[in-house]
């Protein structure tokens, strides 16, 4: 089943099916955070994307090593250490472990390997080194450049002819406008390694075919990255790696689409920029890798209200359900080995590996989630049979179900914590609190004893313009939000 996988290939701008350089393994590369300032949504979009590719992949039965690095030296970086009194090194560190934090509060489990440039400074220099010799790249006043020229490939993954590049870097010391920095010349005050060529340090895209190659080899399976990477950031690893190694650098390229927010690029100067740890605020971890997920990873995504509110709407909906059937399972304990729904059970797996198979459709696979909670909550109300009978069908849909939430870490939460904890939110955004509506509650049964439904009918509507329902349970009355 694993071997029906079809990836869609920047390289070549199809979908291929994937074929791992050793089978059943793959070695995956993603591009990850410049460490200088907290963490924002759009790292949190790629984050989750890679984690949950990496999951689908170990699901679908390959043994999977996954590196993603931090960029731990940088103009910014650098910038921000002078503007704050503090070493390039001590903010790095600072940011790794302050987004590592954002990361996990998301469920976004680590990496084999996170490596930070600065660790791999000598295998840098060595990479370098072999470009110089081989001439692939050149020195000038004691920066080395990469000599695009000399590489003829140049431009087969952005597409992009020699003539139609713009220069993406500024330095007096280039042959050629597209030529790029692989060791920079250090600057007075700027941390710096001694090197063959003088004290400098790395050029950015070096770090990445370097610790890509050191801990996934020459050749990897795939590389990952956000589309606005693919040039000159990825381009230039190619061109790198291919000019030392003489293979391919990577078979397969996967390029997530970028979150905007209200249609616009996220930007602080536009005040639609949002953190990792402003959203975690307003949004459940679950609710906002739903969000991701109900999107084509290779598209954009945008982040507006709407968008939340109608995963939000979602995601507490199938807590419920699955609130509902954990009660069941404790009240009626299965005990016989019935299964009353076997094509929806065998269905849960089959769906989702169809839909995972197909380049990692997490949107269809969301869509077959809400298929079958619309099953179960039918099989729920049904009258017959009777609920002891049911619950063996519902252990199975529960275990089923769980195998396939917890590749995309979501609905894996104790579902009555998740709603009381949902509530909570909601109450505090709607200035309202339970105790308030315990009154009306009470109020409402005072007046129904009186015969006064008038009164007891305006309370509910008052409640309801709250953005509250009351429901007469066997259990007695019972209060829920409502979501619109
Ligand atoms: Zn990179």
Redesign the pocket.
Known sequence: MANALKIYNTLSRQLEPFKPINENEVRMYA??ITVYDESHVGHASQAIIFDAIRNILKYLGYKVSYVR?FTDIDDKIIRKAANTGKTADEIATFYIEDSSKDLAALKVRPADHEPRVTDHVPDIIEFIRILVDKGSAYVNNHEVLFDVEKFTEYGKLSRQKLDQLVSTEDTPNKRNPWDFSLWKPAKEGEPSWESPWGPGRPGW?I??SVMAGKYLGKTLDIHG?GLD?VFP??EN?IAQSEACNGQPFSNYWIHNGLVMVDGRKMAKSLGNFYTIKDILKKFHPDIIRFTVFSNHYSSNIDFAEAIFTTSSKRVYYFYKTLNTVDQLLKTFPPDDDSNLLPEVITGIQDGFREAVLDNFNTARALANFSELFTQVNAFLSAPKPKMKQKTNTLRLFREEFKKIADVLGIFDEDPGVFIKEFKRKFLAEHNITAAEIDEKITARAGAKKNKDYETADKICEQLKERKIMLQDTPQGVEWDVILD
């Open positions: 591009c990850g690095n895209h770090e990445c990255g990477l950031h990825h690893e």
